[in-house]
């Protein structure tokens, strides 16, 4: 059987897939890197607690960058949606570190690392799903 070329509305569909998954994550770590060295929590997340907004955040960066990982076809999509999302917190956490008066915690680090593991798995699994 001759190869077939998709059709070209296929082929753009296929690449604006990719280009909003990948717009998606960095708008999303851009957020939260401006919302994490504000000086004081927003108003908007002020009623949930530290470990629900760490790990809500982490969880959707998580799923997010697993599946941009897998819109440009990595191997892994998931590891490395998870190593993006966890080392994301971590450099939020040391950035923390220098932007008084937010500061530096293991325990939100922890947190970050769980939840990205736990969004990136997620987005695993939908993935063999389909």
């Known amino acids: ?55 809500g955040a982490y969880a959707l960066l998580g799923l997010l960058a697993a599946a941009a990982g897998g819109a440009v076809a990595l191997r892994r999509p998931a590891l490395v949606g998870w190593a993006y999302a966890a080392g994301h917190g971590a450099l939020l956490e040391v950035l923390q570190h220098f932007c008084p008066p937010r500061r530096a915690e293991w325990g939100d680090l922890a947190v970050d690392a769980v939840a990205a593991a736990a969004g990136a798995g997620r987005g695993a699994i939908v993935r063999r799903l389909r």
């Open 1 to 55: 059987m001759a190869d077939v070329p998709l059709p070209a509305a296929v082929a753009r569909r296929a690449g604006l897939g990719e280009a909003l998954a990948i717009v998606a994550v960095v708008s999303l770590s851009l957020a939260y890197l401006v919302i994490g060295l504000l000086p004081d929590v927003p108003e908007v997340v002020r009623g949930f607690s530290d470990v629900s907004q760490h790990g």
